[in-house]
C-alpha cells in the first residue's frame, strides 16, 4: 500500500499534533497548517523538519475567502487525509463535504455529550463520573460526525478544569495517532449510514466505572 500523505491543521500549542509527529505513523506528515501565525506548534513541525504554513484568516474578510485559501494550500500537499488537530475555526458544510471521509478531528469530551467549547468545565458542572474524548471524522454539523474511536477517564473528587484537561488530553495523544494508524492501514469503513466500522481485534470486555466498583 502506498505511504498515506497527511495534513495536518493546528491553531495553538500544538500537542496533538506533537504525539502524531512522534508516532511513527506509516505515513508522510506532508505539511502543518495553521491560521494562527504565533502558534506554538508550527515552530514544533519545524523541529520535526515538517514543512509548515500560515493561511491567516484575518486576512479575509469573507469565510469562503478563506475556505478557498486553505483548501489551495491543503491541496497542493495532495493529502489522504486530513487532520484537524485543535484547529479552531468552524468550516463550511461545502469546505467539509469535500474531504468527506478524510478528515478527522479530536474533541475532548465522550461525545454527542458536550459538543463545542469548555468541554472540561462543562463536564464538572454537569457532575459526571466518566469524560474523556473522542476522535471523530468531519461533516458538516459541529463536533457530530462518525465516531472513530473514544477514550473515558474517571472524573476525580475534587478535580480542576487543568486537572482534568491533563487527564484527558494524555488520552487524546493515544487515542489520535491509533485513530490515524488504523487509516493508513486501511482498517476504517465509513458506512452509507454514517457509522465507522474498524477492523481491529476485540480487546478486553472491561467496563470503566468512577468512583470504582467495589470488590467484595
Ligand atoms: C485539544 O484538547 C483538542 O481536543 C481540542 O483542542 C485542544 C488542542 O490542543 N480540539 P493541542 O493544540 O493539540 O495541544
Redesign the pocket.
Given at each position: 500500500m502506498a505511504e498515506k500523505r497527511i495534513v495536518i491543521l493546528?491553531?495553538?500549542?500544538?500537542?496533538?499534533?506533537?504525539?502524531i509527529l512522534g508516532a511513527g505513523l506509516p505515513a508522510r506528515i506532508a505539511a502543518v497548517i495553521s491560521n494562527e501565525p504565533k502558534?506554538?506548534?508550527l515552530e514544533l513541525a519545524r523541529a520535526h523538519h515538517v514543512e509548515t504554513a500560515v493561511v491567516n484568516h484575518r486576512r479575509y474578510p469573507e469565510r469562503a475567502d478563506f475556505e478557498a485559501a486553505l483548501g489551495a494550500e491543503i491541496d497542493r500537499h495532495q493529502p489522504d487525509l486530513v487532520i484537524?488537530?485543535?484547529?479552531?475555526r468552524i468550516l463550511a458544510p461545502a469546505f467539509v463535504e469535500r474531504y468527506r471521509g478524510r478528515i478527522m478531528?479530536?474533541?475532548?469530551s465522550l461525545l454527542p455529550a458536550f459538543p463545542g467549547l469548555d468541554t472540561h468545565r462543562r463536564a464538572l458542572e454537569a457532575g459526571v463520573r466518566v469524560h474523556g474524548?473522542t476522535v471523530h471524522f468531519v461533516n458538516a454539523a459541529l463536533d457530530n460526525g462518525p465516531i472513530i474511536i473514544q477514550a473515558a477517564v474517571p472524573v476525580q473528587p475534587g478535580d480542576t478544569e487543568e486537572r482534568l484537561?491533563a487527564r484527558?488530553?494524555a488520552e487524546?495523544h493515544r487515542i489520535y495517532p491509533q485513530a490515524i494508524r488504523w487509516f493508513c492501514e486501511g482498517r476504517i469503513k465509513l458506512g452509507r449510514a454514517g457509522a465507522v466500522d474498524v477492523d481491529t481485534p476485540p480487546g478486553p470486555d472491561t467496563a470503566l466505572a468512577s468512583p470504582p466498583v467495589e470488590t467484595h
Open positions: 493546528i491553531s495553538g500549542r500544538g500537542s496533538n499534533m506533537g504525539a502558534a506554538r506548534g484537524m488537530a485543535g484547529f479552531m478531528n479530536i474533541h475532548p474524548c484537561a484527558v488530553l487524546e
